[in-house]
């Protein structure tokens, strides 16, 4: 597929799936009445109050968890790097567990980046004792933590009431279905500026991915840079995780896919990850919401499936252990 096709499939796809995010099952005309009258009325109330911050959520943490996904794959040279597969996002649910817990005075961003903390610091542990990170067994003790924070969740929240461990389960699983307007707006304004920031970096890293010499003769500090990668990519899960809960595969799926059209221009991998990833969550929320309504099915149910069968067409490939079958 050429990147032609591709931009105008995804820019198609974005317009549908934008005008049915903002206005399914919903009254048009008295939306324009509404404004035209200036009179609040339960379908105005709904596009400006639900569906416009749900909307810019999922848009804003698709964008940033593709993003994060192409960060990390080219760090770690490893193309099943992301905030799941390296326990990240695990991390970040956990805090918010723990902390609902004890009842601590901390807002879910909050909670979710001390929880994130311990899991900088788990990397940096298994940073040091794989020190090839183009090991396949780093990425495999990715998996096993990821297994280690989501198993502790899970025996934490046997001490909730029963209705709160259902929200907090159901929230866990991805879900947009209880943000707030005031806190999601700020959340997604941060997220947009890290972004922002990460593109910055995009000449920096297609000059470190040509190796260490290279880097230093043309005047890359090559740890510096990764370093405040690898800290705002935990500051963007850290995010998503009090947004929308864990959502799995989205750092990669959409890269690798997005890869193989654009190349590894670092600049063009970006923004089009950003924007397809953008694309893939709203698109997964509205499938989420739709395909057995009124149930609203958790997105991590649809993005783990996707994210199955992405991985075992990437093992039958030969690309799991670096080798492409002939």
């Keep these: 597929m050429t990147k032609k096709i591709f931009t105008t499939i995804t820019f198609v796809i974005f317009i549908l799936n934008l005008l049915h995010s903002l206005l399914f099952r919903l009254d048009l005309n008295k939306i324009l009445i509404s404004v035209i009258n200036k009179q609040e009325t339960v379908e105005y109330k709904i596009l400006t109050q639900i569906r ?13 968890l593709a993003v994060v996904g192409c960060v990390l794959q080219s760090i770690f040279l490893n193309p099943l790097c992301e905030g799941y597969t390296l326990g990240i996002s695990s991390a970040a649910g956990l805090g918010v567990v723990v902390s609902t817990i004890l009842m601590l005075p901390l807002n879910r961003f909050f909670s979710s980046f001390f929880g994130v903390l311990v899991a900088m610091i788990s990397i940096h542990f298994l940073l040091r004792l794989f020190r090839r990170t183009i090991d396949v067994s780093f990425i495999l003790s ?7 924070f989501s198993s502790i969740i899970i025996i934490l929240t046997l001490f909730f009431d029963p209705y709160k461990t259902h929200y907090v389960l159901l929230w866990l699983l991805g879900s947009f279905s209880s943000i707030d307007t005031t806190s999601i707006l700020i959340s997604c304004t941060v997220i947009l500026i890290l972004l922002v920031a990460i593109v910055s970096y995009a000449k920096q890293m297609d000059i470190i991915i040509l190796g260490k010499e290279k880097a230093i003769t043309l005047g890359v500090k090559e740890q510096k840079v990764k370093s405040v990668l690898i800290f705002i990519c935990v ?11 864990t959502i799995s595969f989205v750092g990669v799926i959409v890269p690798n896919v997005v890869k193989s059209i654009t190349g590894l221009k670092h600049k063009e991998w970006f923004l089009t990850s950003m924007f397809t990833g953008s694309i893939f969550i709203s698109l997964c929320d ?11 099915i958790p997105i991590n149910v649809l993005t783990g499936i996707l994210g199955s069968i992405f991985f075992i067409v990437y093992i039958l490939k030969g690309n799991f252990y670096g080798v492409v079958k002939s």
């Design 52 to 64: 416009i911050p749900r909307t810019i959520a999922t848009h804003l943490v698709g964008a940033g």
């Design 286 to 296: 509205n499938l989420a919401r739709n395909l057995m309504y009124p149930m609203e």
């Design 235 to 245: 500051v963007i899960c850290a995010l998503c995780v009090s947004i929308s809960g």
């Design 142 to 148: 990715g998996v096993v933590l990821n297994f280690f």
